[in-house]
């Protein structure tokens, strides 16, 4: 038997499940938009999308889901340490093509910035930081983001540490003990909610710990969605979903009620569409539309925060009118969309191939050495 193949064939892929995937560009899409918006309106009740942060807790529960159905059945027999060089060529080369971006934006803005207040060593220390997802929030001119060069990285290291907790503990746990781990999560949730007014914390030093609670609920609700079958077969497809999806981000914010509204939407409506993804049915036409959205998802999430920090130097420095400020926007998204397809294209998936190739021929001589 050709040990090369037999070793591909256990390490691949199971099938995606397509609405799913294309939900997540659609949630990419939308955190893109309240980027740009958070620019303009500080004040998010002002902001038409200013629940679109809410997106990440979507993905963490998309990504709960998908972990469980790709790995549950697999870890044992792959290992530990398989699994997290998979998970690590599938996530990092994006880490590093943003922390690479982010250092340049931080060094070459033409509309403002000031790099030559930090240090050489300084610099050096958070890039290397970004790359290797080491909270680090030191530079005021980046908000004292975890990750100065990467903002969105933040919601990354939380992945990780939500797979790290998988692979040594949730894969084997029943599922009553999971769904007791989701209902604490649930009440943690809803603390943070009620202490900040809001679920918008995480990516600062400050809100380090308001992340834990969003993806340790999330992804322990996907992952329970999964493991108990709670797929809602149904006819709404991809543009009733996404329509659906689009719904939470474009919630009303309100100060005096976020605190409520937004605990709702991520302890019941996004594990509800992910479960309704699952079962929804896909027209044949829109297969293409649901997995190019899935594969830009992920490069354009860790790719346009660069462009953001340029974008907010030159809305404060100049103040666009409205219209100008509309095509300015909208030209951005569709620019950002093309970029992050470029990455994808030219250095993610070429690069994740080659690193899944020398894994493979890795393994293939181990156990070609064991026989």
């Not at 591909?8 to 899409?29: M, P």
């Not at 990440?56 to 709960?64: E, I, K, Q, R, T």
């Not at 539309?289 to 346009?304: A, D, N, Q, R």
Request: aromatic share 16%; with cysteine; glycine share 8%.
């Amino acid at each position: 038997m050709d040990t090369n193949k037999a070793t591909a064939n256990f390490l691949q892929t199971k099938q995606h499940f397509d609405i799913l995937d294309g939900l997540r560009g659609v949630a990419a899409l939308a955190v893109v938009t309240f980027h740009f918006m958070e620019w303009v309106y500080t004040d998010p009740g002002k902001n038409f999308i200013g629940h679109g942060f809410l997106a990440v807790d979507f993905f963490f529960c998309l990504s709960g889901f998908v972990i469980g159905y790709a790995y549950d059945d697999r870890v044992a027999k792959m290992g530990i340490l398989n699994f997290f060089i998979s998970r690590a060529i599938r996530l990092h080369p994006l880490v590093v093509a943003g922390s690479v971006l982010g250092l340049l934006a931080f060094l070459f803005d033409p509309f403002g910035g000031h790099p030559e207040l930090y240090s050489t060593g300084k610099i050096i220390l958070t890039f290397f930081c970004s790359i290797f997802l080491i909270p680090l929030p030191v530079i005021s001119d980046r908000g004292f983001n975890l990750f100065s060069f990467n903002a969105p990285a933040w919601s990354l290291f939380w992945e990780y540490v939500a797979n790290i907790v998988y692979a040594f503990l949730l894969y084997q746990i029943g599922r009553s003990y999971l769904l007791l781990l989701t209902l604490v999560s649930a009440v943690a949730i809803c603390f943070v909610a009620y202490r900040s007014g809001n679920l918008l914390g995480g990516w600062s030093g400050p809100t380090l710990w308001d992340g834990c609670a969003r993806v340790s609920y999330s992804f322990l609700a996907g992952l329970l969605i999964y493991r108990s079958n709670w797929i809602i077969k149904n006819k709404l497809g991809f543009f009733g979903l996404s329509l659906l999806l689009l719904l939470a981000f474009l919630l009303p914010s309100s100060t005096k009620w976020n605190w409520l509204s937004e605990p709702v939407v991520v302890l019941f409506y996004f594990p509800s569409l992910v479960a309704l993804g699952a079962g929804a049915m896909l027209t044949p036409g829109l297969k293409k539309v649901c997995i190019f959205s899935g594969k830009i998802s992920y490069p354009l999430y860790m790719t346009h925060y660069a462009v953001l920090w340029m974008f907010g130097n030159y809305y404060t420095a100049h103040k666009p009118g409205t219209s100008q400020l509309a095509v300015i926007i909208i030209t951005g998204v569709i620019l950002l969309v093309g970029a992050a397809y470029l990455v994808m294209v030219i250095y993610d998936i070429p690069l994740r191939h080659y690193l899944s190739s020398k894994r493979n021929e890795r393994l293939a001589k181990q156990k070609a050495g064991g026989i």
